[in-house]
């Protein structure tokens, strides 16, 4: 058994996704880098890897705003799976961009 429940995964799961809806609202990206330890790994399949809460804030933070990152406010989730063996939850979420009209 893992150091945390699938209820517990679950309710942090929950509160992140409300988390992102709200930063699509405020555009507060510095706060999203928060949910993330001081030792993380951030994977970004086109821009390749950051180490560390810090350099996630910076490297989201100007992502997102500038083109195209400043034009995608939503990530709805197409799937996700909870480990609790290991603490994981792995999911996908599709970036959206605004219409243009």
């Keep these: 058994m893992g150091q945390w429940?699938?209820?517990e995964l679950e309710e942090a799961w929950r509160r992140y996704q409300e988390s992102v809806v709200d930063v699509g609202k405020t555009w507060d990206w510095s706060s999203y880098a928060d949910?993330?330890?001081e030792d993380a790994r951030?994977?970004?399949?086109a821009l390749g890897n950051m180490e560390g809460r810090e350099n996630i804030r910076e490297w989201i933070v100007s992502t997102m705003n500038t083109f195209p990152g400043?034009?995608?406010p939503t990530y709805p989730v197409e799937w996700y799976s909870i480990d609790t063996d290991k603490g994981w939850v792995i999911f996908k979420?599709?970036?959206t961009r605004r219409d243009r009209g």
């Design 5 to 7: 429940s699938r209820e």
């Design 35 to 37: 949910h993330f330890t």
């Design 42 to 45: 951030y994977v970004a399949h």
């Design 70 to 72: 400043s034009e995608m």
């Design 93 to 95: 979420n599709i970036n």
